[in-house]
Structures are given as structure tokens and as C-alpha cells.
Nanobody, 121 residues
């Protein structure tokens, strides 16, 4: 199984980026998918997740700014990030499989390699 993330880059505060993640090796149409991030010197944290039903969960700090979507036919998950802030700077990891709970607790079975998002002030 491989998860290939793309779309990271450098953006000014207030700007937008869209991250995409393509899964291969198995289908995740009946499983949760999501995104985590790890900022320099900090632990990895959950950002957003989406169940196979389409139900979404977000960490409070990105609610109303980020949206997550999936395309089950293409086995992909995307993260649209708007109104970006310098504190959103991190390596973003896509994840798949496992159970996603309404609290945002998510233990995926598979991880992508990460894509760097840098937000300048």
C-alpha cells in the first residue's frame, strides 16, 4: 500500500493550498482517510478526517478554514486549506484505514510520506 501526497508549498498568510493524496495497493472506499501534520519541534497532530460515509471531523484550529473531501472511485483524499496562517506551517501527512471517532481520535493503518506546507507572515 502506498499513499502519495502532493500539493505542498510556500504561501503567504491568508492564501490557500490544496493537498491531494492518492492511494494505491488497496481500496479505502469503506474506510476512513485523513490528514495529520507535524510542525517543527512539535508532535504530530490530527488535522482532519473523513469516514467512508462522508462524515468529516476537524481539529478546532482549522474548522471553518479547511475542508476535506474524498473520491472513492479514484481512491483519493484532498485537503483544501484556506485563510492559511503561519501556525499552519508543518509537514502534512495523509493517512488511511483505521477508525475515525467524532472526537478526532484516529489511528490509521497507513501513512503517506508527507508534504511540506510553509506559510509566511
Amino acid at each position: 500500500v502506498q499513499l502519495q501526497a502532493s500539493g505542498g508549498g510556500l504561501v503567504q498568510a491568508g492564501g490557500s493550498l490544496r493537498l491531494s493524496c492518492a492511494a494505491s495497493g488497496r481500496t479505502f472506499s469503506r474506510y476512513a482517510m485523513g490528514w495529520f501534520r507535524q510542525a517543527p519541534g512539535k508532535e504530530r497532530e490530527f488535522v482532519a478526517g473523513i469516514r467512508w460515509t462522508g462524515t468529516t471531523v476537524f481539529v478546532d484550529s482549522v474548522k471553518d478554514r479547511f475542508t476535506i473531501s474524498r473520491d472513492n472511485a479514484r481512491n483519493t483524499v484532498s485537503l483544501q486549506m484556506n485563510s492559511l496562517k503561519p501556525e499552519d506551517t508543518a509537514v502534512y501527512y495523509c493517512a488511511a484505514g483505521g477508525n475515525l471517532f467524532p472526537t478526532g481520535t484516529y489511528s490509521p493503518n497507513y501513512w503517506g510520506q508527507g508534504t511540506l506546507v510553509t506559510v509566511s507572515s
